[in-house]
């Protein structure tokens, strides 16, 4: 029997020592004094067996293990209800951090960019979003059948034959018209294009727009200019190249490209093994751009260029997905 009253003992010592939280405490309250099956009753109930000779000892030893098993459990108790008050006012607790606003990755390049024009001796004008035929195509020389404006590309509102500016081209216009050359423009901004969602496409995107007029302008100074920015933008060990391409605002034109900056030109799996990436459209303005906004090609000429923003921004932060710059999860702005 004393055995027994040990043993029981040393199990309720393990059972309250492994008990966590309120709940669990019961529940080693009702196993050791429940009325029905609790441990320590039974023991009680045993002590008529016990012969009389031992009955005081024994007895001793119950009282013994019921009044230490009850204090125990009040303090364990009490314990528990001291941390749960005193945790809210615990001063000493270091505070939580509130969360902090992250600039975007397209805001970053974009910033970056219209300083190292700005530099240049650039204004920045962002145009309206919303434009008339003349400025996103005609005065750019499109064609009135030019694929371009077909229903598949271009967004039309229904007032005032009024749509959604397909590239940022149209502050082309609306700068010359506005202002007299010499001019240095970048605008930067977004643009609609009907195109479906995919990894790389979005139906809304970021175009940055530059461009240039003055006196003897030719396309040196535009592959310098552009060489320039790529460099300070992706690093200056990148080299560029120049590929024929046609605009209808630009003669002759040109799609650029630069060193992949994943394998730095070696070929990989991002650039298709070619070393190169695609990354703007550019060419010298067309002279009949100039001529639509009453600018004289013989004594002006100039460059024009248009970036992909969200696409830079994939490259430099590389990040595959073009949802991701719009979906504007804060845990993942946080990274940049
Ligand atoms: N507007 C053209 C596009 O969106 C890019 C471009 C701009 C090309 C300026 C030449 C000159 O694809």
């Not at 009850?70 to 108790?77: C, D, V, Y």
């Not at 001291?82 to 615990?90: A, I, Q």
């Not at 609306?174 to 050359?181: A, G």
Request: aromatic share 10%; net charge neutral; proline share 6%.
């Amino acid at each position: 029997m004393l055995e027994d009253i040990q043993q029981t003992a040393r199990a309720f010592d393990s059972d309250l020592a492994s008990a966590n939280g309120a709940r669990e405490i019961d529940e080693v309250r009702v196993r050791y004094f429940g009325r029905k099956a609790g441990l320590i009753p039974a023991l009680f109930t045993r002590l008529k067996e016990v012969p009389k000779e031992q009955k005081r000892e024994i007895g001793d030893a119950l009282n013994k293990l019921r009044d230490r098993a009850e204090e125990a459990l009040k303090e364990k108790t009490a314990r528990l209800v001291t941390e749960k008050v005193e945790h809210p006012l615990d001063v000493t607790l270091p505070g939580r951090a509130p969360r902090l606003g992250h600039l975007h990755p397209t805001t970053l390049v974009r910033r970056e960019l219209e300083e190292i024009f700005v530099e240049m001796g650039y204004s920045l004008d962002p145009g309206p979003e919303v434009e008339t035929d003349w400025y996103n195509f005609e005065a750019l020389n499109f064609t009135p059948d030019h694929p371009a404006r077909d229903m598949q590309d271009t967004f039309f509102l229904d007032v005032d034959q009024l749509l959604l500016r397909t590239h940022t081209s149209n502050v082309q216009i609306r700068s010359m018209e506005r202002f007299k050359p010499p001019l240095r423009v970048l605008s930067c901004g977004r643009v609609y294009r009907r195109d479906e969602i995919t990894m790389r496409k979005s139906p809304v995107f970021h175009q940055a727009e530059g461009f240039l007029v003055d006196k003897g302008i030719h396309i040196g100074h535009l592959r310098a200019t552009l060489e320039q920015f790529i460099k300070r933008l992706f690093g200056s060990d990148l080299a560029m190249r120049m590929r024929p391409s046609y605009f209808p605002f630009t003669e002759p034109s040109a799609e650029v490209d630069m060193s992949c900056v994943f394998c730095r030109g070696k070929g990989c799996n991002t650039c298709s093994f070619t070393g190169w990436m695609e990354i703007l459209g550019s060419g010298m303005i067309h002279p009949q751009v100039l001529r639509n906004v009453g600018i004289d090609p013989d004594v002006w000429s100039g460059f024009a260029f248009g970036f992909g923003l969200d696409r830079a921004a994939m490259i430099k932060y590389d990040i595959p997905n073009i949802r991701t710059l719009f979906e504007n999860d804060v845990r993942v702005l946080q990274q940049f």
